[in-house]
């Protein structure tokens, strides 16, 4: 125990001397630091080794020390291990158990000898005989959670952590549902979740690519998102966020967002980031280009990254209205500042009723233990009066 807060304090000294303007978070209760932006792999099945380790060098150099491996691509998967040699430990590495190269394809399996000879492939490529966060991929059913329980498949991750060749357990997930599930869990430690300003309207647990899920996305932050990010922030759960830009850049232009206006990657980050479970955006780069722009979130000034302003509330909220999007959490007293509005706004509309009564008497804190400490709006991206509407919380619900 001694060694390794000795090891956490040497590595977030490593850090802090590191010459970069790059800010760092914790990735939830694991004592890993890590940078607000990181590298996904994607890129490095379109470049060579040479190109792959200029790259490398360049996101290194500039403060980058996470990076999501989620492709069974041999050439993928030796490109970041030529990249990455001699810099190994300054890279933090979410690598996925459960992906396999099978017929000239990335596959995804739940078969333990495939799942065995993927992971083994993945430390042979990287020149490692551990990574950082074992990823299990992409869980995007309940049903699919529910098999991986007491499974094979789940003895052999938590085997892979026993043998230290994984030190944390993670779960990827575009499904809020599934995801909230892993985050109560108790042996998630870590998940890697799609999360933007299209994706948070999704309804209920779908998934962007269901037939018809962009379609019909909803005013304001799906109640099952608000909970789940309101989870991992309470309980300290790393997440890790995929799909920032919309998936293949589609929010970076208002021809293909599904918001139907554009947004600047500095816009999409700092969405994500105003969140305060979130612990980095993980970013598609393909190019050295690609990175020097993204990079630039390191110096980019606030109005830059003023995502209010995108299409006047993002044609959805107006100033002053709640969109349950939970950035004004943490309360300092705990109160789930969004669950108690998203029960407001339904009894002003719909009038009360026991089952909101019955859910609101459930919530860990309420309205009437707010302290009006202010600390909310200071976060609160559509400067909503949070301290008069705990009043009338209150008002409504008794306490």
């Known amino acids: 125990?001694?060694?390794?807060?000795?090891?956490?304090?040497?590595?977030?000294?490593?850090?802090?001397?590191?010459?970069?303007?790059?800010?760092?978070?914790?990735?939830?209760?694991?004592?890993?630091?890590?940078?607000?932006?990181?590298?996904?792999?994607?890129?490095?099945?379109?470049?060579?080794?040479?190109?792959?380790?200029?790259?490398?060098?360049?996101?290194?150099?500039?403060?980058?020390?996470?990076?999501?491996i989620y492709d069974a691509s041999p050439v993928t998967r030796s490109n970041i291990g030529y990249a990455l040699q001699g810099r190994r430990d300054e890279m933090?590495?979410?690598?996925?158990?459960?992906?396999?190269?099978?017929?000239?394809?990335?596959?995804?399996?739940?078969?333990?000898?495939?799942?065995?000879?993927?992971?083994?492939?993945?430390?042979?490529?990287?020149?490692?005989?551990?990574?950082?966060?074992?990823?299990?991929?992409?869980?995007?059913?309940?049903?699919?959670?529910?098999?991986?329980?007491?499974?094979?498949?789940?003895?052999?991750?938590?085997k892979l952590k026993k043998e230290g060749k994984i030190k944390h357990i993670g779960l990827s997930s575009h499904n809020a549902e599934v995801a909230l599930m892993a985050a109560k869990s108790g042996w998630v430690e870590v998940i890697m979740f799609s999360l933007n300003p299209a994706f948070d309207r999704l309804r209920g647990g779908a998934i962007p690519w269901e037939k018809g899920a962009m379609d019909n996305l909803q005013a304001g932050i799906d109640p099952v998102r608000v909970e789940f990010y309101d989870y991992c922030a309470t309980h300290h759960i790393g997440v890790t966020v995929m799909k920032t830009f919309g998936g293949g850049g589609r929010l970076l232009d208002e021809k293909?967002?599904?918001?139907g206006v554009g947004y600047t990657p500095e816009q999409c980050i700092a969405y994500c980031l105003a969140k305060p479970c979130i612990s980095t955006c993980i970013l598609g780069i393909d190019n050295l280009d690609e990175l020097k722009r993204d990079l630039h979130w390191i110096h980019a000034t606030d109005a830059e990254k003023d995502y209010t302003t995108v299409g006047k509330q993002e044609q959805f909220a107006k100033a002053g209205e709640c969109t349950y999007c939970n950035h004004c959490s943490p309360c300092t007293v705990g109160i789930p500042i969004a669950k108690v509005n998203e029960l407001l706004d339904k009894a002003e509309t719909d009038g009360m009723t026991p089952d909101l009564q019955a859910k609101y008497d459930r919530l860990p804190h309420h309205a009437g233990e707010c302290t009006h400490c202010g600390a909310c709006m200071s976060r609160c991206p559509f400067g909503v009066d949070i301290p008069t509407r705990m009043d009338k919380a209150k008002e409504m619900f008794g306490k």
Not at 118 to 139: K, P, S
Not at 256 to 259: E, N
Request: proline residues 2%; hydrophobic residues 40%.
């Open 256 to 259: 293909t967002s599904p918001l």
């Open 1 to 68: 125990m001694l060694l390794a807060a000795v090891m956490l304090v040497v590595g977030c000294k490593q850090q802090s001397e590191k010459k970069t303007d790059m800010q760092f978070r914790p990735l939830g209760n694991t004592g890993l630091m890590v940078s607000e932006i990181s590298i996904g792999c994607g890129g490095f099945e379109k470049i060579d080794s040479a190109a792959s380790l200029e790259l490398m060098t360049m996101a290194l150099d500039s403060g980058m020390n996470y990076i999501d």
């Open 92 to 158: 933090i590495i979410q690598g996925h158990i459960g992906t396999v190269w099978a017929n000239g394809q990335h596959t995804r399996t739940r078969d333990l000898d495939s799942t065995r000879m993927g992971f083994e492939d993945l430390l042979t490529r990287l020149g490692t005989d551990h990574i950082e966060v074992g990823m299990i991929h992409i869980t995007d059913s309940r049903e699919e959670w529910e098999e991986i329980q007491n499974s094979p498949f789940l003895d052999y991750v938590f």
